[in-house]
């Protein structure tokens, strides 16, 4: 458990927040709750019943407002329009008495008490899950963990799409590949290489030990979260495809150079040793 607890660290670190994702059985729907934004001064968000991906596409968009600093939903609120579309959201308080149980993860990461809000969803006709008979027409109150809110008294305001850019064209969540000691955080960032591609890796300038051949050594995480661990990275997050920047130390200057064409996996296992 110790080291599932610490691969999530490793991947809030690298990416600023992790989801979790429960899967429903007959005593009712699965959940997404998650893991990271405590660490922000922020409760955790939780969302019941809708399918994984759903959930991951809609706690992200919300999750990553809060990493960026632009929007927070720690007060009770209706986001009208998600995504542009007619459907209404809302943010309720989470029972502190269910957060042990429900975000054990989130608990463990944080090693102490973690506050949390409950996302809720309209459906396709625009109701609230509990204004449905039963959750198996589209939910019902039992998918709201505290007492079902008075969504009409509580403040409104729109969605508005949000891209949070780290530079001119390079958003802050550009995906990237990395060491896994610089996703730990064990080892600092001293190859930076914008590939043929267009994919982008962030590497610590050799093989260490432990790193032995397959995705062990390999770890994925976001060009702009990086950055805010190290932010001499900003320097050269300008590179065109097919240029790559290196230092001999963290806090060294960087020098640039053309790169020959070989393919992003055929890099990989030369600098990670697979076969």
């Avoid at 490793?10 to 660490?39: K, N």
């Avoid at 939903?73 to 429900?102: I, Q, S």
């Avoid at 508005?160 to 550009?174: D, I, M, S």
């Avoid at 982008?200 to 432990?210: D, E, I, N, S, T």
């Amino acid at each position: 458990m110790n080291d599932f607890i610490d691969d999530i660290r490793a991947q809030v670190r690298s990416h600023g927040v992790f989801l979790i994702h429960v899967h429903e059985d007959e005593e009712g729907p699965g959940w997404t709750y998650t893991v990271g934004l405590h660490e922000l001064g922020h409760p955790e968000i939780v969302l019941f019943g809708p399918d994984q991906e759903s959930a991951k596409f809609m706690l992200n968009d919300l999750a990553f407002r809060v990493v960026d600093g632009v929007e927070r939903f720690d007060e009770p609120v209706v986001v009208e329009g998600f995504f542009g579309g007619p459907y209404e959201v809302a943010l309720v308080p989470f029972p502190a008495d269910r957060v042990d149980d429900d975000l054990g993860m989130a608990v463990g990461v944080a090693g102490g008490d973690v506050a949390a809000v409950q996302l809720v969803v309209t459906g396709r006709d625009h109701r609230w899950p509990w204004e449905y008979e039963t959750f198996g027409d589209q939910g019902s109150s039992a998918v709201v963990a505290g007492p079902v809110p008075d969504v009409g008294a509580l403040p409104r305001r729109p969605w508005v799409e949000h891209v949070h850019e780290v530079l001119p064209g390079v958003a802050y969540g550009t995906k990237a590949y990395l060491c896994r000691r610089v996703q730990t955080g064990e080892a600092p960032v001293l190859d930076v290489v914008h590939d043929h591609d267009g994919s982008w890796q962030l590497l610590c300038g050799g093989l260490h030990a432990g790193e032995a051949a397959g995705d062990d050594g390999i770890a994925l995480g976001f060009l702009g979260r990086m950055a805010e661990h190290d932010p001499a990275l900003l320097e050269v997050l300008d590179l065109p495809a097919g240029v790559e920047a290196f230092r001999a130390e963290e806090g060294g200057v960087w020098t640039r150079a053309e790169m020959p064409r070989p393919g992003l996996w055929r890099r990989l296992r030369e600098r990670f040793g697979r076969r």
